[in-house]
């Protein structure tokens, strides 16, 4: 039995590496910035869950407990990974692109990041 | 009534005046007359004791370690100077209350006055040097804030700020002198010096101390060369003049010199320079009193000269001489504190005070003029009044001088002095008083009402009395006092007729030739204005200048601004003290063990590195340096887990998170790239010296990590207490909290201040031209739309409880494991952080209703309470207390108050962290920048109004 747990936890550790290793090779080798944004994200969720669930049956396998420890770390993974690349996403449609370049916004008149009010004069930002 | 509580009314009292003037000028005069009559009575209640001969004592410990206690002692010449000082002082409380216009504020006016009094009273009951030190100088500032009281006159501001610079300066030479005199005693208690006169004055050291001793009463009662800054302090209201200027702050120089006489006086030093200088200022006084016109100016001149003549009956040493020092101080005071008082009612009256615009005065203020008529008598030595016994005293005196083997010199230069005082007091009479009806007065004088000549008047009353009746009025008070400062029985027994002594002869002289010289005034005064006279205001302000001129040379050279040149100052400097420890010690052999080299370390180190040098190489760019030093402070942060050292980790790393954040929104109003300023060969240097320095540091802690300490630490003490002695497992905590609580103590203060200084330089800056620049900032690059979004809101408003529990649960584990308030402050900081990024500072704001001000304040009370707890219990300040409960259905809870503690932490960082937050944000706020929004997109709001609008 512990035999099978070992070879779950190697086998969760090695796609986790994999992944990690694949999401790293990503950012270096895709060239454009929306593209290179997929790599990291892989990397994180995948990559990071592959170790976090080998830990998990760590735990229980050879220390006894179950430990949440790692659907905590989840969560917050999962809370800011999407944060992040949506932010990276926007700081590059703000500065590299132009209403032109992007997709038709669908319903709306542009994308939010380009939705900016009309200069006002002696008014900042909205 | 006790000393301590006669010593500590006035301070008391202060109070009084600057709360109740709001009930009117009569309750805050009447308040602070309270104040002074009670410390009178309380006064009088020990004047029979006194009288007696006894010596009225209250003693308490206050720093004895270093000689410094509260010791009060009250004997004769205490009580002749406490009850002038209140009394006078109760006079003038009144006199002021009619002389004070309605614009002046009154209430600050007396509650600067009972200051003073206070010090002043300290000062003459103090039986302990070093006490008597603290009120010295306390009479320097409260009177530097009486002198100064007319805020609005720059001769007021320039007046108490010399006058401040003379006796502050002098009082320092004091402060060596008395730390040198009570080495050579040992103690610092008077009782205890003034048994020592022997021991004192064969001491090498005695020279020093006496000069030193003697600067600072010189500079006090404006002795020669020293006397410049008194005449220019007459900008203060005359009650002030009045007070400062005849009975108390001047003669603080004297009272030291008579406290000070049974010990100092006797040598050829205390001789020539005490007897020479109280000489050279009575003649100098009295000279240049004859040729002013401002009346103040003449009073003023004229308490220079009396002034001398007391210092130099104190320096002739003699127990005769000192008698009649004691004597004319009486005097003294109550003539001219009455003739300042009559000055003023005349200033008052006629709108001038320059005595070429008056003259006439007897036919309209009568009453005026009789009290200025006994009064200038009387300092001119005329019987029979007072002023007449004490000089009589003076001049019999000075016939038994001899200074430099020549008889004749002090009586010749007495009497001259003396024929000048006459001349000045009777033009005082003759010139402002009678004389024809002018009709060119500012406006037509008249007498005043009660309450300005009834002060003055008593005080003539008392002139004419001790004149008549010496014996019967001054000679019991006069005798303890002169008992006092010569330590010996004295006999004392003035009479108006003594007979026809060498004294009456010369004061005959003195009258006659004072009178001739008056009569000869013009001409005299033409000599006098062709005579180079040195400007002693000039010379002042040159030596001013030029030492202000050097001092800021220096400073701005030091202090220019640059943080590079801070630092580089600070690291040669640390360089050199470091080298030159580390060439003077010895380095003792490795005593540890390197740990082995891990792979995980080793890519930690490789990380710090790298990013450190990053930072070096694109420093230029602003905010990847930001982004790098986030990384170094990670790795810091990873380390100091690694090492072991949890809660430097937390702290480290919850501090970093709350840094990169402030420093995020002050790049806001940065330029993105930092340019080039300085050349080639300066930035080698720095580089040189920040390698240096970099390379030191590293070796010192190498040096450090490889051997064991020279002596044990203090850890083994902190481990083995921490859990006994503390209640708490997690010794960093106990440390804090408990060990040294008192430091964290001043640290949150400190850490609040600093908050709080940060938030006044924004209002600051706000309140000047700088504001309309801010709002009219326009950004470096065109700003993007969708600035607060949805996803960012939402998860912040999910992470918030979140993170307001682990706040939470790290602030309770913190006595027993890694957390505490201050990690815990920062958490709950980074909580309320979180929402302004995503929802802007103005919404989040406006949703918050607690000052951050008051959650400092908060922390801080809560911390300062919890530490005061210890004294119900008769233990000292923040003793900690713990216990156990076990309430049921939990596990057992420990409770300490310690935690309390804590909380106060937790409050006093959190409200510092959001407040120099909100002071950042406020420089952003430009007009439309609040979201009416939570977030700028959202589809639920856009379905509404999209219904609306279907309607």
């Known amino acids: 039995m512990e035999q099978v747990f070992d070879l779950l936890i190697t086998v969760f550790l090695v796609v986790g590496g994999i992944f990690g290793l694949v999401g790293s090779f990503g950012l270096i080798k895709l060239d454009d910035p929306m593209s290179r944004l997929h790599a990291p994200t892989k990397a994180t969720t995948l990559g990071v869950g592959?170790?976090?669930?080998?830990?998990?049956?760590?735990?229980?396998?050879?220390?006894?407990?179950?430990?949440?420890?790692?659907?905590?770390?989840?969560?917050?993974?999962?809370?800011?990974?999407?944060?992040?690349?949506?932010?990276?996403?926007?700081?590059?449609?703000?500065?590299?692109?132009?209403?032109?370049?992007?997709?038709?916004?669908?319903e709306d008149k542009t994308w939010a990041t380009h939705d900016v009010p009309p200069e006002e004069p002696g008014s900042g930002r909205g | 009534m006790s000393l301590f509580l006669i010593a500590a009314l006035p301070f008391l009292g202060a109070v009084f005046p600057a709360l109740l003037i709001r009930a009117g000028r009569n309750a805050a005069a009447a308040s602070t007359g309270a104040v002074t009559l009670l410390a009178l009575i309380g006064l009088v209640l020990h004047a029979p004791a006194v009288l007696r001969?006894?010596?009225?004592?209250?003693?308490?410990?206050?720093?004895?370690?270093?000689?410094?206690?509260?010791?009060?002692?009250?004997?004769?010449?205490?009580?002749?100077?406490?009850?002038?000082?209140?009394?006078?002082?109760?006079?003038?409380?009144?006199?002021?209350?009619?002389?004070?216009?309605?614009?002046?504020?009154?209430?600050?006016?007396?509650?600067?006055?009972?200051?003073?009094?206070?010090?002043?009273?300290?000062?003459?009951?103090?039986?302990?040097?070093?006490?008597?030190?603290?009120?010295?100088?306390?009479?320097?500032?409260?009177?530097?804030?009486?002198?100064?009281?007319?805020?609005?006159?720059?001769?007021?501001?320039?007046?108490?700020?010399?006058?401040?610079?003379?006796?502050?300066?002098?009082?320092?030479?004091?402060?060596?002198?008395?730390?040198?005199?009570?080495?050579?005693?040992?103690?610092?208690?008077?009782?205890?010096?003034?048994?020592?006169?022997?021991?004192?004055?064969?001491?090498?050291?005695?020279?020093?101390?006496?000069?030193?001793?003697?600067?600072?009463?010189?500079?006090?009662?404006?002795?020669?060369?020293?006397?410049?800054?008194?005449?220019?302090?007459?900008?203060?209201?005359t009650p002030v003049s009045a007070y400062l200027h005849s009975a108390t702050m001047v003669k603080a120089g004297l009272f030291l010199m008579a406290r000070m006489w049974p010990v100092l006086s006797g040598t050829e030093l205390w001789f020539y320079l005490v007897a020479t200088t109280g000489l050279v200022t009575m003649v100098l006084g009295a000279v240049i009193a004859l040729f002013k016109d401002d009346l103040k100016a003449l009073l003023a001149f004229s308490t220079v000269s009396h002034l001398g003549l007391i210092t130099m009956l104190l320096g002739f040493g003699t127990k005769a001489a000192a008698v009649a020092a004691v004597f004319h101080i009486v005097n003294h005071a109550t003539f001219k504190a009455a003739l300042f008082m009559n000055a003023g009612i005349v200033d008052h009256a006629a709108h001038t005070r320059d005595i070429k615009q008056l003259g006439g005065l007897r036919h309209l203020m009568p009453l005026t003029f009789t009290l200025a008529g006994v009064a200038a008598l009387s300092m001119a030595g005329i019987p029979p009044f007072n002023g007449f016994l004490s000089k009589e005293m003076m001049l019999e005196e000075a016939t038994h001088a001899i200074w430099a083997g020549t008889p004749w010199l002090v009586p010749a230069l007495a009497v001259f002095g003396a024929l000048f005082s006459v001349a000045y007091s009777l033009r005082y009479i003759a010139h402002v008083f009678l004389g024809p009806r002018r009709h060119d007065y500012p406006t037509l004088p008249h007498d005043p009402g009660a309450g300005l000549w009834l002060p003055p008047a008593v005080l003539v009353v008392l002139v004419v009395l001790i004149g008549l009746f010496p014996n019967v009025i001054a000679t019991p008070i006069v005798t303890a006092a002169a008992n006092a400062v010569t330590g010996a029985d004295v006999y004392f027994h003035p009479a108006l007729w003594h007979g026809l002594t060498p004294a009456l002869y010369m004061s005959v002289a003195a009258v006659l030739g004072g009178a001739l010289l008056l009569g000869g005034h013009r001409a005299a005064l033409g000599i006098w204005n062709n005579l180079p006279r040195p400007e002693a205001k000039a010379i002042f302000d040159a030596i001013v200048g030029a030492a202000t001129g050097t001092s800021r040379r220096f400073s701005d050279r030091l202090?220019?601004?640059?943080?590079?040149?801070?630092?580089?100052?600070?690291?040669?400097?640390?360089?050199?003290?470091?080298?030159?420890?580390?060439?003077?010690?010895?380095?003792?052999?490795?005593?540890?063990?390197?740990?082995?080299?891990?792979?995980?370390?080793?890519?930690?180190?490789?990380?710090?590195?790298?990013?450190?040098?990053?930072?070096?190489?694109?420093?230029?760019?602003?905010?990847?340096?930001?982004?790098?030093?986030?990384?170094?402070?990670?790795?810091?942060?990873?380390?100091?887990?690694?090492?072991?050292?949890?809660?430097?980790?937390?702290?480290?790393?919850?501090?970093?998170?709350?840094?990169?954040?402030?420093?995020l929104l002050a790049l806001n109003f940065m330029p993105q790239q930092t340019p080039r300023e300085s050349s080639p060969g300066r930035r080698s240097r720095d580089v040189a010296i920040s390698v240096v320095a970099g390379l030191g540091v590293g070796g010192l802690i190498y040096a450090l990590?490889?051997?064991?300490?020279?002596?044990?630490?203090?850890?083994?003490?902190?481990?083995?207490?921490?859990?006994?002695?503390?209640?708490?497992?997690?010794?960093?905590?106990?440390?804090?909290?408990?060990?040294?609580?008192?430091?964290?103590?001043?640290?949150?203060?400190?850490?609040?201040?600093?908050?709080?200084?940060?938030?006044?330089?924004?209002?600051?800056?706000?309140?000047?031209?700088?504001?309309?620049?801010?709002?009219?900032?326009?950004?470096?690059?065109?700003?993007?739309?969708?600035?607060h979004p949805l996803m960012m809101v939402v998860a912040t408003r999910v992470m918030m409880p979140i993170a307001l529990m682990v706040a939470a649960y790290i602030f309770f584990r913190g006595h027993n494991m890694p957390g505490g308030g201050f990690i815990a402050g920062l958490i709950a900081a980074i909580a309320v952080v979180m929402q302004y990024m995503a929802s802007g500072f103005s919404w989040a704001t406006d949703r918050q209703r607690l000052p951050y001000h008051g959650i400092i304040g908060t922390g801080v009370l809560v911390a300062a309470v919890t530490g005061m707890g210890a004294w119900f219990n008769g233990l000292p300040f923040l003793t900690s207390a713990f216990g156990y409960v076990h309430p049921p259905y939990l596990e057992k809870f420990e409770l300490a108050t310690a935690a309390l503690f804590d909380l106060g932490v937790f409050l006093a960082v959190l409200g510092a962290v959001l407040l120099a937050l909100q002071s950042l944000a406020r420089y952003a706020w430009q007009p439309g920048i609040a979201s009416e929004h939570p977030m700028d997109i959202n589809p639920e709001r856009d379905d509404a109004t999209q219904t609306i609008e279907g309607h």
Not at chain 2, 197 to 220: C, N
Not at chain 2, 752 to 768: N, R, Y
């Open chain 1, 50 to 106: 592959g170790v976090l669930i080998a830990s998990m049956v760590h735990a229980y396998a050879h220390e006894g407990h179950l430990s949440w420890h790692e659907l905590l770390i989840t969560l917050f993974l999962f809370l800011t990974a999407p944060i992040t690349a949506n932010f990276i996403a926007k700081a590059h449609i703000h500065r590299h692109e132009t209403p032109d370049t992007l997709p038709p916004a669908g």
């Open chain 2, 53 to 237: 001969g006894e010596t009225v004592s209250a003693r308490l410990d206050w720093l004895p370690d270093l000689g410094l206690n509260a010791n009060f002692h009250l004997d004769g010449l205490g009580l002749l100077f406490a009850g002038l000082i209140l009394g006078i002082g109760l006079l003038i409380i009144a006199y002021a209350r009619f002389y004070l216009s309605r614009e002046d504020p009154m209430g600050q006016f007396y509650s600067y006055l009972l200051l003073f009094q206070g010090a002043m009273v300290g000062i003459v009951l103090s039986d302990n040097i070093l006490l008597l030190l603290v009120f010295w100088e306390l009479t320097s500032l409260s009177s530097f804030l009486l002198i100064g009281y007319w805020k609005h006159l720059p001769e007021g501001r320039q007046g108490a700020r010399m006058a401040l610079a003379v006796t502050g300066s002098g009082g320092l030479a004091m402060i060596g002198g008395m730390l040198i005199l009570g080495h050579i005693v040992g103690s610092y208690d008077l009782s205890v010096i003034l048994q020592n006169k022997d021991l004192i004055q064969a001491s090498p050291l005695y020279a020093p101390a006496l000069i030193l001793i003697l600067i600072g009463a010189f500079t006090k009662s404006a002795q020669f060369p020293f006397h410049f800054w008194l005449p220019h302090a007459m900008a203060a209201p």
């Open chain 2, 559 to 663: 202090h220019n601004g640059s943080l590079a040149r801070y630092s580089a100052i600070f690291l040669v400097f640390t360089l050199a003290i470091a080298y030159y420890a580390f060439a003077s010690g010895t380095l003792g052999p490795e005593t540890r063990a390197p740990l082995p080299v891990t792979a995980m370390p080793v890519l930690g180190w490789i990380c710090l590195v790298g990013s450190t040098l990053s930072v070096v190489a694109f420093h230029r760019n602003r905010l990847l340096a930001l982004v790098l030093i986030g990384v170094t402070g990670l790795i810091v942060s990873m380390t100091f887990n690694y090492l072991s050292a949890p809660d430097l980790a937390l702290t480290q790393i919850s501090v970093e998170v709350v840094t990169i954040i402030l420093l």
């Open chain 2, 705 to 787: 990590m490889t051997r064991d300490f020279v002596l044990p630490s203090i850890s083994e003490y902190h481990l083995a207490n921490s859990y006994k002695g503390g209640g708490g497992n997690n010794v960093v905590n106990v440390i804090l909290v408990d060990f040294r609580g008192f430091d964290t103590f001043g640290e949150i203060i400190v850490l609040g201040i600093a908050a709080i200084i940060i938030f006044a330089i924004t209002e600051a800056v706000l309140g000047s031209r700088v504001r309309a620049r801010l709002l009219n900032r326009k950004p470096w690059s065109p700003l993007a739309g969708d600035s």
